[in-house]
């Protein structure tokens, strides 16, 4: 048995206890977990399924480290399902770099819908990430009876705003940037949580704000690495600058870059003494440390007066809808559901752990340190986590 179903039983065990005690005399089989599996015969073997998770923490470990650490902090029951969605969320951003045109990339991305739908279906190919993601939502369909499943919306929300992204288009805007940051790494908070499984406008207020932090520094991060990327090979690429390496993009929101006075032909030729450019990296990095103020400050609003302050933004808007018990919950309902979310939250210090060393070397984004593993993240993570602090 696998250290996943291990984990689960005792919580198994004790809802099938409730159940036939609130039945009396009445007594009711229920379809055991290895039934289930053996009545799906498309379904991965457990081999399968283990291979699948070591692969997709390799996965993370390579692309997203602070990911990989931050699974410590998730419920055992609801890892694997982490697991696969941050790994299905490196795949999918890893589309843009490994693909030489957009309509590639977009066969690339009609891939990872195929496999959102056969992996949610319980047919997943042979893929790590959608062995794993099969397995989570069979077992959040276990753990929940049948009450709670991945959102393929969710899912396919990620795959449509990161296919628009493709060729690197500029954001217009920071509030345009803040709208990719909620599509994407909001919405992987969102998913997380729903496997716990848990549904509360409370828990998904907070990670709305700490996902928007997350993906605003993610895109800042990326800065060095897009206006300069790596030669692609011969013929990989039809967007090759003279000397043949490729054409670099700057994807600062364009109404930043104006205020500041940033060309971005001066970033191409200065790199990071271009005039403007610290300015620039300074209003966007300020955006995303204002949301983790925000989602701080509302946690402590919500300890002290029971409330979050102020309203959910995207409240009411598609996939954002709550019923009258989630949205009336009282004040002690809502501190039981942050409890039981904390661990989500935890990108929350990975990302303020990055700008308070962007504000360091005073926002200068090609600083090479901005690009090395901060070696006090676990220490960092495991006192907040121990403190219940953001």
């Known amino acids: 048995m696998s250290t996943k179903a291990t984990a689960t039983l005792p919580a198994t065990v004790a809802r099938c206890r409730h159940k036939l005690i609130a039945c009396h005399s009445t007594r009711q089989f229920h379809s055991s977990r290895r039934l289930l599996d053996d009545e799906n015969p498309a379904a991965p073997s457990g081999e399968a399924v283990w291979q699948s998770r070591a692969m997709c923490f390799n996965l993370l470990g390579t692309y997203d480290a602070p990911s990989r650490l931050l699974a410590t902090f998730i419920p055992v029951a609801a890892r694997d399902a982490y697991v696969a969605i941050r790994a299905f969320n490196v795949e999918v951003a890893r589309v843009a770099d490994e693909t030489s045109t957009p309509t590639i990339g977009m066969m690339r991305m009609q891939f990872w819908r195929d496999v959102v739908n056969k992996s949610l279906a319980g047919t997943p190919p042979k893929n790590p990430v959608a062995i794993l993601l099969a397995r989570a939502a069979q077992d959040l369909h276990f753990r929940s009876d049948g009450e709670a499943k991945l959102s393929k919306n969710w899912l396919l929300r990620i795959i449509n705003t990161r296919e628009r992204h493709l060729g690197n288009p500029p954001y217009p805007t920071l509030s345009a ?25 409370t828990t998904d207020h907070i990670a709305s704000h700490i996902g928007k932090a997350a993906g605003i520094a993610a895109v800042l991060r990326g800065v060095p690495l897009l206006a300069f990327p790596p030669p692609q090979p011969f013929g990989a690429s039809n967007t090759t600058t003279s000397s043949g390496r490729p054409q670099g993009a700057v994807l600062l929101p364009l109404d930043v870059m104006a205020e500041a006075n940033l060309k971005e032909e001066d970033v191409f030729r200065l790199g990071g003494a271009a005039p403007g450019l610290r300015d620039a990296v300074f209003a966007v990095a300020t955006r995303a440390n204002d949301h983790l103020i925000t989602a701080r400050e509302m946690l402590t609003k919500l300890r002290s007066e029971g409330d979050l302050g102020h309203d959910f933004e995207h409240q009411d808007e598609e996939g954002y809808w709550y019923d009258a018990q989630q949205l009336n919950a009282s004040s002690e309902e809502r501190l039981a559901e942050v409890e039981r979310a904390f661990g989500v939250f935890m990108p929350s210090i990975a990302t303020q752990s990055w700008l308070d060393r962007l504000q360091k070397v005073d926002f200068d984004i090609f600083h090479p340190s901005l690009r090395k593993y901060d070696w006090r993240l676990p220490w960092k993570s495991y006192r907040a986590f121990s403190r219940r602090e953001l």
Not at 183 to 200: G, I, R
């Open 177 to 201: 940037l803040e709208s990719y940051a909620e599509n994407t790494y909001s919405t992987l908070m969102y998913l997380t949580l729903s496997t716990l499984p848990q549904a509360s406008i």
